[in-house]
Structures are given as C-alpha cells and as structure tokens.
C-alpha cells in the first residue's frame, strides 16, 4: 500500500520560506513522477510543481510560484521530494498536499492544467499559511 507523508508546514510572515517533505513508502521501485498541489478554503486544488523522478526531464512549475519555489528530490531513494518556498506570499495560503503517479498525464498536465484525476496517490496535506 502506497503512503506519501508530508511535513514541513507552518506559518510565517510574508518574505519568509518553509521547506516542505514528502516521503513516499510502499513502491516496489519509485513513483514515476512526485509533485506538489495547494487547495485554499473555496478553490480548486491547483497544481503547484511537479517532477519525473530519477532526474528524467526537468521540473514544471506554475506561473504563481515560477522563481520563488523549487521541487527536487533526494537522490538516493527517488521516493522523497521537496519544496523549498521562499519570498512566500499571503496569497500562497492553502493546504499543499503531495502527489505521486502520474496516470494518463505529463507534468503539463498535472501542474498547468491541474488534472486532478490523474494523480495516482495522495497525501494527507500539509497547511501553510503566509501573514502580511
């Protein structure tokens, strides 16, 4: 049974960073692709960065958070992933909950589309919240 777990949330000011941990546990091998989605209260959840592991391709990132954050993954397991967040704003408010195996999608699909359905596995999520 496939578990991603985050950590790393928090509150902060406005110009502040969090770092944000997924670990995947339960593959047999590695996901194919890990990212990240935020939903606030009374939106859609909207993808937010996403990756192929093993380092295959490069990372998309949606226009919101393009410059200020980065996704990477360790690269001795390929089943953890983070997102470093800097120069957050309180428009960055939401829960961001990890995302594992893309089904039918590429990262375009999963971050600038925000397809939902095909993300195989979810985590719980894990708040942030930016003050002004």
């Known amino acids: 049974q496939v578990q991603l777990v985050e950590s790393g949330g928090g509150s902060v000011q406005a110009g502040g960073s969090l770092r944000l941990s997924c670990v995947a546990s339960?593959?047999?091998?590695?996901?194919?692709?890990m990212g990240w989605f935020r939903q606030a209260p009374g939106t859609e959840r909207e993808g937010v960065a996403a990756i192929y592991t093993r380092g295959v391709g490069s990372p998309y990132y949606a226009d919101s958070v393009k410059g200020r954050f980065t996704i990477s993954e360790d690269n001795a397991t390929a089943n953890t992933v983070y997102l470093d967040m800097r120069s957050l704003e309180p428009e960055d408010t939401a829960m961001y909950y990890c995302?594992?195996?893309?089904?039918?999608?590429?990262?375009?699909?999963?971050?600038?589309?925000?397809?939902?359905?095909?993300?195989?596995?979810w985590g719980q999520g894990t708040q942030v919240a930016v003050s002004s």
């Open positions: 995302a594992a195996e893309c089904v039918g999608s590429t990262l375009y699909g999963w971050v600038m589309l925000s397809k939902v359905h095909a993300v195989g596995h």
């Open positions: 339960g593959y047999t091998g590695s996901s194919n692709c």
